[in-house]
Nanobody, 127 residues
Framework: QVQLVESGGGLVQAGGSLRLACAAS????????MGWFRQAPGKEREFVAA????????NHADSVKGRFTISRDNAKNTVYLQMNSLKREDTAVYYC????????????????????WGQGTQVTVSS
């Protein structure tokens, strides 16, 4: 089992940047594929990005491609989401998620494919 804690959210102006971090407990972090999702008020949760256990493979939603980058540091049990050129429509609660033993491509993009979730961190982009 793994516990996930997100950090790094906050208020930022449009065009600005934030880096979210998700710290995971446990000794087997490098056996988990990781993902980021977000949920805006009144909207369904949506996939943002995913990364394989090794960090070699990544996938980003079209809405964030070229602006957001997912990465991980297995030595620190942490996955990151670097968010640049932020837009008002990026405002949401951002969640990280983990699934153990996912070794195939494509990486998981659906919420039900993940086993563990963090509590979320709020990102608000002002104009």
């Amino acid at each position: 089992q793994v516990q996930l804690v997100e950090s790094g959210g906050g208020l930022v102006q449009a065009g600005g940047s934030l880096r979210l971090a998700c710290a995971a407990s446990g000794r087997t972090f490098n056996s988990y594929a990781m993902g980021w999702f977000r949920q805006a008020p009144g909207k369904e949760r949506e996939f943002v990005a995913a990364i394989s256990w090794s960090g070699i493979s990544t996938n980003h939603a079209d809405s964030v491609k070229g602006r957001f980058t997912i990465s991980r540091d297995n030595a620190k049990n942490t996955v990151y989401l670097q968010m640049n050129s932020l837009k008002r429509e990026d405002t949401a609660v951002y969640y990280c998620a983990a699934v153990r033993g996912w070794s195939r491509i494509p990486l998981p993009k659906e919420g039900y494919e993940y086993d563990y979730w963090g509590q979320g961190t709020q990102v608000t982009v002002s104009s």
